[in-house]
């Protein structure tokens, strides 16, 4: 990956905004038991509820396990990500988009082990080596996945592809999920094709 997709992929800060200490999940549950706002905003992430899921010997906070592009009366284009090799292929089979659908990408992923902060997915496409689109959109704050609730399920903006002669063609993508704390999850190419029609 060359030194301008890494800058093309550099997540927005907030000015003035510094990550937090780290703590357990106990140690949230603990943290100022009387603070209503708080206890809301740690009922929100779903703390303690359940049993925790993720594997104690695997390292990752968080595992990205597919997108999905959903277009309504359409079968959803599905693209596994935790599929043992499935990263390898993804740029050299490309999928095909309708010029001018309305589509939404959903995330589906886990957490492990501890609270996620500030999980980010950005994206950028190029067509012929240029910059078309790079978007960011924040995805949220996480508590560990448990029995309760396995996978997390994040939609991001509806989106409509361009449409038009000049338009159609191929396109080249790199995604990322990264956190508050600058730590990238996931980074991979792919591909897709505009087309005059599925």
């Known amino acids: 990956m060359s030194a301008e997709q890494n800058d093309d992929l550099v997540a927005s800060k907030t000015e003035g905004f510094k990550v937090g200490e780290k703590k357990t999940i106990n140690e ?3 943290l100022d038991k009387n603070d209503e706002s708080l ?3 740690k009922a929100s992430l779903g703390l303690n509820t359940g049993t925790p899921i993720g594997d104690p010997n695997d390292p990752r906070k968080c595992i990205i396990k597919s997108l999905a592009l959903e277009v309504e009366g ?3 284009v599905l693209i596994e990500l935790s599929a043992p090799g499935a990263l390898d292929a993804l740029k050299d089979k490309p999928f095909t988009i309708k010029e ?10 886990q957490v ?4 996620l902060s500030g999980l980010k997915y950005l994206q950028v496409v190029k067509r012929k080596g240029i910059r078309v689109s790079k978007d960011e959109e924040m995805l949220g704050s996480f508590a560990p996945n448990t029995s309760d609730k396995p996978v997390y399920e994040k939609k991001l903006h509806a989106e409509e592809a361009p449409s038009g002669m000049i338009a159609r063609g191929h396109y080249n993508a790199v995604s990322k999920f990264v956190d508050d704390d600058d730590h990238t999850h ?6 897709f094709d505009i087309a005059k029609d599925w």
């Open 28 to 30: 949230y549950s603990e």
């Open 39 to 41: 206890n809301r905003w």
């Open 74 to 76: 359409r079968d959803d």
């Open 100 to 109: 001018g659908a309305a589509f939404q990408t959903k995330a589906v992923f």
């Open 112 to 115: 492990n082990h501890e609270v």
């Open 186 to 191: 996931l980074q991979f190419e792919w591909s």
